[in-house]
């Protein structure tokens, strides 16, 4: 267990709709940050937050947004879903001065 | 922006003998970190081993040792006595150290490894 939790763990949703993915990050880590694995490919970093703020920006789409509240959790908001939106979205968490990033289990996407 | 390279998309090896699997990075900047982890069946990643660039020594944990050539830009994981349970993708990933090291991860594509029994 990484300490790092994710919901929902599996969704399914319709084209065109709009959902929301939560992360909890370890206790005291101050920074999360959210990846998209689609099937049989890489890890894409999407976006980063340290302690509130948005600290780095990578390849996410202008339909998807995020944010960091004040007690540390995350939310990825998907919106317009299309088919290609369907993977796995992972939260991972750290608390700097590079220590290490641990990865919660990933929530399961699937548009249809 | 750096860059992460995994020259083999699939590796197999046979149970108790040893694999490595190669990784090349790009980058200007002169303090990083780097990282192996391990992704099974079940998705989860599972960080298997990491290395700070200012070390000149090499990483191990257990049945896992890394390569790391800094003047090369190269970090090799090598598994001894593999393992069913080392069949997975295995991912090398960069980690700046600016901004004290808070940075995100670069991945590679990964390396599929496949143990034979």
């Known amino acids: 267990d990484s300490g790092v939790t994710q919901t929902p763990k599996h969704l399914i949703t319709a084209t065109g709709q709009r959902v929301t993915l939560r992360c909890s990050p370890r206790?005291?880590?101050?920074?999360v940050y959210w990846y998209q694995q689609s099937l049989d490919q890489g890890l894409q970093f999407l976006i980063q937050y340290y302690n509130g703020e948005e600290r780095a920006k990578g390849n996410i789409l202008e339909r998807f947004s995020a944010q960091q509240f004040p007690d540390l959790h995350s939310e990825l908001n998907l919106s317009s879903l299309e088919l290609g939106d369907s993977a796995l979205y992972f939260c991972?968490?750290?608390?700097?001065?590079?220590?290490?990033?641990?990865f919660g289990e990933g929530s399961w996407l699937t548009v249809v | 922006a750096q860059t992460v390279t995994q020259s083999q998309p699939e590796m197999s090896v046979q149970e108790a003998e040893t694999v490595t699997l190669s990784c090349t990075y790009d980058?200007?900047?002169?303090?990083?970190?780097l990282f192996w982890y391990k992704q099974p069946p079940s998705r989860q990643m599972i960080l298997v081993i990491r290395q700070e660039a200012y070390k000149q020594q090499n990483a191990t944990e257990n049945r896992f040792s890394v390569n790391f050539q800094k003047a090369a830009k190269s970090f090799s994981l090598k598994i001894s006595d593999s393992q069913l349970g080392d069949a997975a993708m295995y991912f090398c990933?960069?980690?700046?150290?600016?901004?004290?090291?808070?940075?995100?991860?670069?991945f590679g594509k990964g390396t599929r490894l496949s143990v034979i029994a």
């Open positions: 980058t200007s900047e002169s303090d990083y970190y």
């Open positions: 990933a960069y980690r700046s150290a600016k901004w004290a090291g808070n940075t995100p991860l670069v």
């Open positions: 206790s005291g880590d101050l920074s």
């Open positions: 991972a968490s750290s608390s700097g001065v590079g220590n290490t990033i641990y």
